[in-house]
């Protein structure tokens, strides 16, 4: 028994072990206790930053940056464990202009790099702008939101002032382009003015009906003049003109004969904006119609089409080998889009269906919670079961080496001990005499 008990401890401890070794992708962490990211370059100052860290038994933290050599780790505990630091920098009287910047990095700091990953490593940074003398306007990018077929939108300018002078008056001129780069339209922004160290976004409304956009993807191209000055370069950003359309961009081109095949439909919308609870239904050459989960079509981003991908699973027995059609309908949105795709059937090993296993965070922990509860059920039906075992025939052993020694010291004992027992027994159920 002893075997067995050291032989399951050995098995839960390499499970753990293991199971611990292989899941550990956490790594480090860093919180700020101050949401100040970007600040304005002052001589001779000195900030003091307050961090913790966390997520690890041991962090080393360290500095980055062109700004690293005038900051200082405040840090109670190396290479501890989680812990509060603080990081001061005192600022030098003069810094070129421009963008600086100090990072601090926390790092794993052990020599067990674990399975998976190796060491982990963050930083978080600050910018710090030195200004420019005069004025010096930055063009940051051109900001232009999607659209549908006669709608309207706002197309932006960002510009920031890294100059030590204000600029009194500042606009811009953008110009749309199509997929084919011909000129749709060229508008003017409207006019601001923009202090030192100071963002402001240059705004001009393009209207779709007007200028009779189709669907599709524009370019728009900007261009910012300031105090009978000009910016030197441009920006450019993309944005799509939507119309309420799905098409069908691509679907599986192969299936196994005689087998179950899971079978692909991939989605494209032409509308800017998303579109949920999209189903298509599957017409087979043998009649049979197979309805597909439905989907939503997520937009990604400014001047990006929506896609998806839906799925079924095919039967093929009783086709032939050779080409055939399907005829595949997408409902959205109360509409419908139809079209009729050629599948080859084909000999081969028939595919085996399975389901994707992901195992996040939680799943994992949840996991590691399991086995510990395991392990405790394991320990008290194993571990105690033999225990109680060795207890009760103690006892029973104890018990019956007393009751021999009292028969054989006083055989007159026994009726001692069942009158004494029903003493007590009618002394529970009689009220005491007075």
């Given at each position: 028994m002893n075997c067995k008990k050291y032989f399951l401890f050995i098995f839960l401890i390499i499970i753990y072990g293991t199971f611990i070794q292989c899941a550990y992708v956490f790594g480090v962490g860093i919180g700020q206790y101050s949401n100040e990211k970007e600040i304005l370059f002052q001589p001779g100052i000195e900030k003091t930053y307050k961090f913790y860290l966390f997520d690890n038994a041991k962090i080393h933290a360290s500095l980055e940056g062109d700004l690293a050599k005038y900051a200082t780790i405040n840090d109670p505990n190396p290479d501890g464990p989680q812990r509060n630091?603080?990081?001061?920098?005192?600022?030098?009287?003069?810094?070129?202009?421009?963008?600086?910047?100090?990072?601090?990095?926390a790092t794993q700091a052990t020599e067990n790099t674990a399975a998976m990953g190796g060491i982990a490593s963050v930083r978080t940074g600050l910018r710090v702008f030195s200004l420019y003398p005069f004025k010096h306007p930055i063009l940051n990018g051109v900001a232009a939101n999607d659209l549908n077929i006669n709608e309207k939108t706002t197309i932006g300018l960002s510009v920031t002032n890294y100059g030590e002078e204000a600029i009194m008056g500042a606009s811009g001129i953008i110009t749309v382009y199509d997929e084919y780069n011909n000129t749709i339209a060229i508008l003017n922004t409207d006019t601001k003015s923009i202090s030192p160290y100071e963002t402001q976004t240059l705004n001009s409304v393009l209207d779709a009906a007007l200028y009779n956009l189709s669907s599709g993807t524009y370019t728009a191209v900007g261009n910012v003049t300031y105090d009978?000055?000009?910016?030197?370069?441009?920006?450019?950003?993309?944005?799509?003109?939507?119309?309420?359309?799905?098409?069908?961009?691509?679907?599986?081109?192969?299936?196994i004969v005689n087998a179950t095949n899971k079978y692909y439909i991939t989605l494209e919308s032409d509308w800017a904006g998303d579109i949920n609870n999209v189903y298509a239904k599957i017409t087979t050459p043998k009649g049979e119609i197979i309805k597909t989960p439905n989907l939503d079509l997520v937009k990604p981003g400014a001047g990006r089409k929506a896609a998806g991908q839906l799925e079924a699973y095919i039967e093929t027995k009783g086709l032939d080998i050779g080409p055939h059609d399907f005829d595949i309908t997408v409902y959205y949105e109360g509409l419908t889009y139809s079209k009729t795709v050629t599948v080859n059937i084909i000999d081969g090993v028939p595919p085996k269906i399975e389901k994707p296993n992901i195992i996040s965070n939680?799943?994992?922990?949840?996991?590691?919670?399991?086995?510990?509860?395991?392990?405790?059920?394991?320990?008290?039906?194993?571990?105690?079961?033999?225990?109680?075992?060795?207890?009760?025939?103690g006892r029973s052993e104890k018990n019956n080496n007393n009751d021999s020694d009292a028969k054989s010291f006083n055989p007159s004992n026994t009726g001692r001990n069942e009158n004494n027992n029903n003493a007590v027994l009618d002394s529970e159920i009689r009220p005491p005499t007075l």
């Open positions: 630091i603080e990081v001061t920098i005192k600022f030098p009287d003069y810094l070129e202009p421009g963008v600086h910047t100090l990072y601090l990095v009978d000055a000009n910016i030197n370069y441009t920006a450019s950003g993309k944005f799509m003109v939507g119309e309420l359309n799905i098409n069908i961009v691509d679907a599986t081109k192969e299936l939680n799943t994992a922990v949840m996991i590691l919670g399991a086995l510990i509860v395991l392990s405790v059920l394991t320990y008290f039906l194993v571990f105690n079961k033999s225990f109680n075992s060795k207890n009760n025939n």
